[in-house]
Nanobody, 119 residues
Framework: QVQLVESGGGLVQAGDSLRLSCAAS????????AGWFRQAPGKERELVAT????????SYAGSVKGRFTISRDNAKNTVSLQMNSLKPEDTAVYYC????????????WGQGTQVTVSS
């Protein structure tokens, strides 16, 4: 059974940092492109960052570029999102997801973790 479990969310103030982690089990994690998405109340889900299966290539949404860093540890089956200089507009539920074919169609999703940034 495939499971993705996020952790690390919480309530912080603007300018603070948070590190989200996602632990995967039940699949060959190193074969998947990994991504972090977020969804704020009343808004559509947004792709925040992706990382390829080796970790050699990353991409970011313009709104987080330079502030967020995605990384992965294939030995531990984890993908992380380091979020610095957080802004109130970063408030959302954050989800990790895995894409087997690297085609933008994510096959597996976590349950999400809430990040709230107060001003």
């Amino acid at each position: 059974q495939v499971q993705l479990v996020e952790s690390g969310g919480g309530l912080v103030q603007a300018g603070d940092s948070l590190r989200l982690s996602c632990a995967a089990s039940g699949l060959s994690f190193s074969r998947y492109t990994a991504g972090w998405f977020r969804q704020a109340p009343g808004k559509e889900r947004e792709l925040v960052a992706t990382i390829n299966w080796t970790g050699s290539s990353t991409s970011y949404a313009g709104s987080v570029k330079g502030r967020f860093t995605i990384s992965r540890d294939n030995a531990k089956n984890t993908v992380s999102l380091q979020m610095n200089s957080l802004k109130p507009e970063d408030t959302a539920v954050y989800y990790c997801a895995l894409d087997y074919n690297a085609n933008g169609l994510f096959n597996y999703w976590g349950q999400g973790t809430q990040v709230t940034v107060s001003s």
